[in-house]
């Protein structure tokens, strides 16, 4: 493809050569189908309108570091409102900030910079979770809103995200990124194409949002962004993401390099599993803090996110683990009275057992709190379903009940197949 340099160089000369002459930005209150109008410079600092190119940028994988990689695609017209000055000082005033994101961000940047790619969304929003929660997995809001996109339990289960006493898939990268772009997607659409209201309804809630623009439509006041009626914080949220994007843009302040490779792979983990030592937990923990009840990966999404350099290690290592679904566990409430030893001896179970599989680095316990522990079963049976079998014989037959035949082997139905297998756990009481 060396033959097509010459020609990228005289396109490049010529783009140079027209950036002296003003053009039109797209503004973004418009939909996509129509037409770019032309906008003045006063109302261009209040306005998300894009920046047209003005030269033949590398391709995503080509620069060196993610921030770069982030900084070449930024779409968002800088703005000149006074918030985001206001922002933009508070960065710069904070130096050491900028040192702390990149540390936190560097498993997970770069995945979320791909997603944002591949759905072709302003690069802008991967910069989300820098506003959101500090690329902190483990944030939790007062509202309730937890991981690095801070979804909202409503928002979560809405759009598919998983939520169970083993695993919160808000706290997974995967997930909740998969989650917050659609969220955000959906409110792009919603707010006719425009960013700034999408963004501020992420934060605060659509209704919120439509009554501030019906508001100020009735009063026939401007409804750009700066000019609604809206909650404190949400005045000074979208303005923080300007801010930020504004000084990586200028190269303000140093954002410390993030490599533009993959720091993480996604790996594929088809059934619930106990990690076996302290050391391979803990390796995996930082990755995967969905998974709530470590070293006992249950009830998750059936994928793990591993260091993308020990991608096949982890794989093996995993494979070779003995399954454990999660309905071979069950929740236990601890009682007044109770203890570790207490509760360890009425399950069969050591004290070391009991908190290696709830993650207890002392012997107290408080009532109220829930711990994790396994089904008791003197004995686990492997029955294989025959003609004529219904799962009321079959309870019937081995003095259990058929809730929990259905919970053991995760059963919507009551109906079964000739030749299936079912795992029963018998009480030799």
Same mark, same amino acid.
């Given at each position: 493809m060396h033959f097509l340099r010459p020609l990228f160089l005289v396109l490049a000369l010529f783009l140079n050569g027209c950036a002296s002459v003003s053009k039109p930005h797209v503004d973004p209150h418009e939909p996509a189908h129509t037409k770019p109008k032309v906008i003045t410079q006063q109302s261009s600092s209040h306005t998300p309108e894009r920046?047209?190119?003005?030269?033949?940028?590398?391709?995503?994988?080509?620069? &060196? #570091?993610?921030?770069?990689?982030?900084? @070449?695609? *930024?779409? +968002?017209?800088?703005?000149? !409102?006074?918030?985001?000055?206001?922002?933009?000082?508070?960065?710069?005033?904070?130096?050491?900030?900028?040192?702390?994101?990149?540390?936190?961000?560097?498993?997970?940047?770069?995945?979320?910079?791909?997603?944002?790619?591949?759905?072709?969304?302003?690069?802008?929003?991967?910069?989300?979770?820098?506003?959101?929660?500090?690329?902190?997995?483990?944030?939790?809001?007062?509202?309730?809103?937890?991981?690095?996109?801070?979804?909202?339990?409503?928002?979560?289960?809405?759009?598919?995200?998983?939520?169970?006493?083993?695993?919160?898939?808000? &706290? #997974?990268?995967?997930?909740?990124?998969? @989650?917050? *772009?659609? +969220?955000?997607?959906?409110? !792009?659409?919603?707010?006719?194409?425009?960013?700034?209201?999408?963004?501020?309804?992420?934060?605060?809630?659509?209704?919120?949002?439509?009554?501030?623009?019906?508001?100020?439509?009735?009063?026939?006041?401007?409804?750009?962004?700066?000019?609604?009626?809206?909650?404190?914080?949400?005045?000074?949220?979208?303005?923080?993401?300007?801010?930020?994007?504004?000084?990586?843009?200028?190269?303000?302040?140093?954002?410390?390099?993030?490599?533009?490779?993959?720091?993480?792979a996604v790996t594929a983990l088809q059934q619930g599993v106990i990690l076996s030592t302290e050391q391979q937990w803990q390796a995996l923990q930082m990755l995967n803090p969905g998974y709530t009840r470590f070293p006992a990966l249950l009830d998750g999404p059936k994928h793990i996110v591993v260091p993308v350099e020990q991608v096949s290690q982890w794989r093996a290592y995993l494979a070779n683990l003995p399954a454990m679904p999660s309905s071979q566990w069950q929740q236990y409430t601890i009682q007044r009275g109770d203890s570790l030893s207490v509760i360890a001896k009425r399950h069969a179970l050591s004290v070391s057992q009991l908190k290696t599989f709830n993650q207890l680095k002392s012997n107290h316990i408080r009532a109220g709190d829930t711990l994790l522990l396994p089904i008791l079963a003197d004995q686990q049976l492997d029955y294989t379903v025959r003609s004529g079998d219904s799962l009321w014989r079959i309870a019937k037959h081995f003095k259990v009940s058929i809730s929990d035949i259905k919970k053991w082997n995760a059963l919507s139905k009551d109906s079964l197949r000739v030749g299936d297998t079912l795992t029963l756990f018998l009480s030799n009481g």
């Open positions: 920046i047209p190119a003005q030269t033949i940028p590398l391709q995503p994988h080509q620069y &060196q #570091d993610v921030w770069q990689r982030i900084r @070449a695609q *930024l779409a +968002f017209a800088p703005s000149d !409102h006074q918030a985001v000055q206001d922002r933009v000082d508070w960065y710069m005033s904070h130096p050491n900030y900028m040192d702390v994101i990149s540390q936190r961000a560097a498993p997970f940047l770069h995945y979320v910079v791909e997603q944002v790619e591949k759905r072709d969304l302003p690069i802008e929003l991967a910069l989300m979770p820098l506003i959101e929660s500090d690329f902190d997995t483990s944030a939790y809001s007062h509202k309730h809103a937890s991981g690095l996109w801070q979804l909202t339990p409503l928002i979560a289960k809405h759009y598919g995200v998983k939520m169970s006493p083993w695993y919160d898939g808000r &706290q #997974d990268i995967v997930d909740a990124t998969n @989650a917050a *772009l659609d +969220f955000l997607s959906y409110l !792009h659409k919603r707010f006719d194409g425009n960013w700034y209201h999408a963004i501020a309804a992420y934060n605060t809630g659509e209704g919120r949002v439509a009554h501030a623009i019906g508001k100020n439509l009735r009063r026939g006041k401007s409804t750009d962004f700066f000019a609604l009626s809206l909650p404190k914080q949400t005045r000074h949220y979208v303005p923080k993401l300007l801010a930020a994007a504004q000084l990586l843009r200028e190269q303000k302040m140093v954002f410390p390099k993030i490599v533009n490779r993959p720091a993480v």
